[in-house]
Nanobody, 113 residues
């Protein structure tokens, strides 16, 4: 079992930046591949970025070039650096562990125009 806790959300103006973090904890946790998703009201959950244990990354088309995923294996933490934010980025943001099929509780991001 693994517990994922997101942080770093908040309110930001259009064009601004935020850095989200996802801390993994639990017995036997070892950092494996991790993903970031988001879900806006009335919409399906959308894949944003993923990172393997070796550091290989992949991005969804809507955030490519603006968001960067990274990891800190020492602290079992994954980050999502979000730059040039737009009002359409407003959503709840979640991290996900495919290895453990586990989701965090989410952190809210609101981008004002």
């Amino acid at each position: 079992q693994v517990r994922l806790v997101e942080s770093g959300g908040g309110l930001v103006q259009s064009g601004g930046s935020l850095r989200l973090s996802c801390a993994a904890s639990g017995r036997g946790v070892r950092m494996t591949g991790m993903h970031w998703y988001r879900q806006a009201p009335g919409q399906q959950r959308e894949f944003l970025a993923g990172i393997t244990s070796g550091g290989t990354t992949a991005y969804g088309d809507s955030v490519k070039g603006r968001f960067t995923i990274s990891r800190d294996n020492t602290n079992n933490t994954v980050h999502l650096q979000m730059n040039n934010l737009k009002p359409e980025d407003t959503a709840d943001y979640y991290c996900y562990s495919p290895r453990w099929d586990s989701w965090g509780q989410g952190t809210q991001v609101t981008v004002s125009s």
